[in-house]
């Protein structure tokens, strides 16, 4: 359908569906006991990793490298087709398999790995180009924590419990998401919000770089150790890691002379998510710690790190892209002879009121699990479902608006008179 890389845009379409089906499997969560409770625990878990998560930064990630590098197109067609196969039956059996049986999970595991494992190929290649290093490292550096980590979880699922399911899920966090985070926001979104990294910070980003993917296995270190130590010094690094981060942004982030800044709906969903984020990973520190606290931990942190931080990250970067590539295929080559603009795209009224409306929802969800009410989590989880639907249909919209102009499109890499 799209000029340049459609399979980025169906993976990264597919990963937001499946977000839908993760809020009712949460809901369902909430009112299931004995050995159903475990079962659609496990899909869910598999569901928010490969199917939430994972498509969507998958996508995303294929879509920037596209970019970047000026591919139209990623290898060959057998390729292509062979990627979004994997990943799509790979998301579909880990997530039904715990309801039939375990062998499908590992099939679906494979399936996946195949997935990732060509789109590892596919940065590789890119990396070794002279051109856009960052956040190519840390991409690199991700993936590879992603392929241990489905790695570690299919043997886990093979009968070796020679490590705990928690140090596994940590891989994930951890190490791949994180990282991923970190050279997101460190690149592309200053490169999609019209910023450059400020000057003095670039000569760092090669050391932080190490400095992260270090810090990211002492911590994980902790977990499969179970040791205080390799805690402590991870955990302590890990968040200097961010606040190098932070640091960066906030000194990069300034509106050039002349130019209004116009996109306060994309940190409409950014600041909340680091802030929710940042929260979440403190709060699981200091329950690592032995602090003791009035609620139970495990499912605030979880909650706090993956739906109120996460979720919003991405819910702001997938509008951003979509809305971002349909203007640059539709309307960057004649920007004098239309009234729609990057701007106008990006600040639709409908999206701002499902900003506060999401965010608002996000924190009647954290009261829920806070105060332990299962009718408070249900609210906040029904509510965040349905300004979702909203946000869904603001990009819907816009996939609308690119099928109706598709034909007169004159894309920034087509002259004048080249558009059919």
């Known amino acids: 359908m799209f000029r340049g890389e459609p399979i980025s845009y169906w993976v990264i379409i597919s990963g937001f569906l499946s977000y839908f089906f993760v809020l009712i499997m949460g809901m369902g969560i909430v009112h299931s006991t004995g050995n159903f409770l475990s079962v659609i625990e496990l899909a869910h878990y598999m569901l928010v990793f490969f199917g939430w998560i994972g498509l969507v930064v998958l996508g995303s990630e294929l879509q920037f490298y596209r970019a ?13 087709k062979l990627f ?16 039939i049986s375990y062998p499908l999970i590992l099939t679906g595991l494979i399936f996946y790995f195949v997935g990732i494992l060509l789109h590892f190929r596919w940065l590789i290649i890119i990396r070794l180009r002279k051109l856009y290093k960052f956040p190519l490292n840390y991409f690199l550096s991700a993936q590879i924590f992603h392929l241990t980590g489905v790695l570690f979880l299919f043997f886990y699922f093979l009968g070796v419990k020679a490590f705990s399911f928690r140090s596994i899920t940590h891989i994930f966090t951890i190490g791949w998401i994180s990282l991923v985070l970190q050279g997101a926001l460190i690149r592309a979104l200053p490169m999609f919000i019209g910023f450059g990294i400020h000057p003095k910070f670039k000569p760092y ?12 296995i002492l911590l994980l270190s902790g977990f499969f150790l179970e040791d205080m130590l390799f805690y402590s010094i991870g955990g302590i690094l890990w968040i200097l890691s961010w606040v190098f981060v932070l640091i960066v942004l906030a000194a990069s982030f300034k509106p050039r002379p002349g130019r209004k800044f116009i996109h306060g709906v994309t940190l409409g969903f950014m600041l909340p998510g680091l802030f929710w984020s940042a929260i979440g990973a403190i709060l699981g520190m200091m329950s690592i710690s032995g602090i003791s606290f009035d ?24 509008h951003r892209i979509t809305t971002f590539q349909i203007f640059t ?24 009121k499902f900003i506060v409306f999401l965010n608002s929802s996000t924190l009647l969800l954290v009261w829920g ?15 965040i479902f349905l300004s979702s639907l909203g946000i869904g249909w603001v990009i819907i919209k816009n996939l609308l608006l690119y099928l109706k102009e598709k034909d007169k499109a004159l894309p920034f890499y087509l002259k004048k008179g080249e558009a059919k």
């Open 369 to 383: 699990f806070i105060s332990s009410e299962s009718w408070i989590i249900l609210s906040g989880g029904a509510l």
């Open 329 to 352: 295929l539709l309307y960057t080559g004649k920007r004098k002879d239309v009234e729609v603009t990057e701007s106008s795209l990006l600040n639709d009224e409908l999206i701002k």
């Open 205 to 216: 980003l090669n050391i932080h770089h190490l400095f992260s993917v270090l810090s990211s």
């Open 295 to 318: 609620f139970e931990v495990k499912p605030v942190h979880v909650h706090l790190t993956l739906v109120a931080g996460i979720s919003l990250l991405m819910l702001g970067a997938l």
């Open 68 to 80: 970047i590098s000026g591919i139209r197109k990623f290898e060959k067609e057998l390729h292509r």
């Open 84 to 99: 979004v196969i994997s990943l799509f039956l790979g998301v579909i059996l880990v997530t039904i398999g715990p309801f």
